[in-house]
């Protein structure tokens, strides 16, 4: 799912000697397993705030909510795929952070392994594969100014040529900023772009298939402004591209503006309620055209402990696209974030090494990436686990599921589907870790990827626009950081 997270804040109160332990919360209820998982976990939290102990006093705060940016983003590690380097869409921008100084990281890493399926087609195209990257991070954080950068670059390159491809390029750059215009007044902005060729399955901007090269881009400018001790509001406007670099797939290539004005409640120490209106002008090239949509949306967001955060937002969605068709929509989005560890958390980038959970949701209407479609009612969920089994070894999962149900901008295209046509798409990850030094570690996985579009055909469509495959990937790397 493209998933877009905001911070959610901590309080602590000057007169209180120990924190406040909240009962069990269900955010909401998609599946049993996420309802396990959920009440497990809050179990967990519970447990754990009974034995934090009181903050000293020099270090506690009034109930004043610190700025946040515009969405709600999880202080979580930035995914990088292990089986080709590149970030995860729609989770890979963090909040910086004020008062940290300076830092930089160089890494390099080597990652090679076999993929059966290349060109993502349902013969599959097989080939042995090398993945060299590079990357770069520089962090930095006064009083006033806080920045986050991290760029990157490699190739996965085939040696057996799938398809007369050599070789497939990605290129990418996360940076987020904030600046204390005043003391009440506070600027953020978040910019995440990537240059490269393989479809990324968690966000809606790209396609679900190989159409070549493509840009994409998410930007975002918040102004959080302090209206009083408990009351908040912030002001937001994000840009998101798409373009593909073949004329033959620029019918795919997309632009979206997005308005929203969001009010921020704290009510107690850890529970902050919030209510905002969104406003999405959409621009896309093919028959679909383009639309506008309206989106109004209450939350709620609750610590039950330092180490375990959850957020719920609800609402309803209003599309209306430029030939006249009109869809409503309930629009739902969760995130869960838990941190095992007899630590709290220092950073907010957490150590590949540590024992977290960060589990994204949300049923929303999103644009389709098929020429011939209007919007489409999807949900997604992200789950990434990382698990410390020793001080050296630790395994991770990363998951990504969507199911979309895609409604068509003709009755010509409805007539021949026979229905609202659907899309399943599932990628998963696991993968081990071994730290040989401090700087230095190798790493081994599997990967695999299905996409399921039905077998539905139009008279107006092409076959890749229909097309099911799926993928393995297996994979083995080592990579170097100072």
Request: aromatic share 12%.
């Amino acid at each position: 799912m493209s998933f877009y997270p905001a911070a959610t804040i901590l309080f602590q109160s000057q007169s209180s000697k120990t924190r406040s332990i909240i009962d069990i919360v269900t955010i909401i209820n998609y599946s049993r397993l996420g309802a396990l998982i959920l009440a497990g976990l809050a179990i967990a939290g519970q447990l754990e705030a009974q034995e934090d102990l009181p903050a000293a006093e020099s270090e506690t705060e009034d109930q004043t909510e610190t700025p946040p940016s515009s969405e709600f983003i999880p202080e979580a590690p930035i995914q990088i795929r292990p089986d080709e380097g590149s970030p995860v869409a729609g989770t890979e921008v963090n909040a910086p952070e004020f008062n940290i100084g300076r830092h930089f990281q160089l890494s390099g890493s080597l990652t090679g392994g076999y993929d059966d399926n290349v060109n993502l087609t349902p013969t599959g195209s097989p080939s042995w594969y090398a993945n060299p990257t590079g990357t770069f991070g520089y962090r930095f954080g006064n009083a006033r100014l806080a920045m986050d950068l991290l760029t990157g670059g490699g190739i996965n390159y085939y040696f057996d040529h799938p398809g007369g491809r050599y070789y497939d390029p990605i290129v990418y750059l996360t940076f987020s900023l904030a600046y204390k215009v005043t003391p009440r007044l506070t600027l953020n902005f978040l910019t995440s772009s990537a240059y490269e060729s393989q479809p990324e399955y968690s966000t809606e901007f790209t396609a679900n298939r190989r159409l070549g090269n493509y840009f994409r881009t998410d930007d975002r400018l918040s102004l959080h402004y302090s209206l009083s001790p408990r009351w908040s509001s912030v002001t937001g406007y994000s840009l998101n591209a798409l373009e593909y670099e073949s004329s033959a797939a620029s019918g795919h290539d997309r632009l979206q503006h997005s308005f929203s004005e969001h009010l921020r409640y704290l009510w107690m120490p850890t529970t902050t309620l919030s209510g905002e209106y969104r406003f999405s002008l959409n621009e896309a090239e093919g028959a679909g055209g383009g639309s506008t949509t309206q989106s109004l949306i209450a939350g709620l967001e609750q610590s039950f402990s330092p180490r375990f955060r959850a957020d719920l937002r609800s609402g309803i969605q209003f599309r209306s696209s430029d030939n006249g068709g009109g869809q409503t929509s309930p629009y739902v989005e969760t995130s869960l974030e838990y941190e095992l560890g007899s630590q709290g958390r220092t950073s907010s980038r957490r150590s590949s090494t540590g024992t977290y959970i960060i589990w994204t949701s949300r049923y929303s209407i999103e644009e389709s990436d098929l020429q011939q479609r209007a919007g489409r009612e999807t949900f997604r969920t992200n789950l990434k686990l990382n698990y410390a089994i020793t001080a050296r070894i630790s395994a991770s999962l990363a998951l990504i599921y969507s199911h979309g149900d895609t409604e068509t901008t003709n009755q010509i295209s409805s007539r021949s589907l026979g229905g609202s046509p659907t899309e399943n798409i599932f990628d998963i990850t696991p993968s081990v870790r071994y730290a040989i030094t401090q700087h230095c570690a190798v790493n081994v996985g599997y990967r695999y990827t299905e996409v399921d579009r039905g077998s539905h055909a139009t008279v107006l469509e092409s076959p890749q626009d229909i097309t099911s495959y799926s993928r393995n990937r297996y994979f083995a790397g080592i990579t170097i950081s100072f």
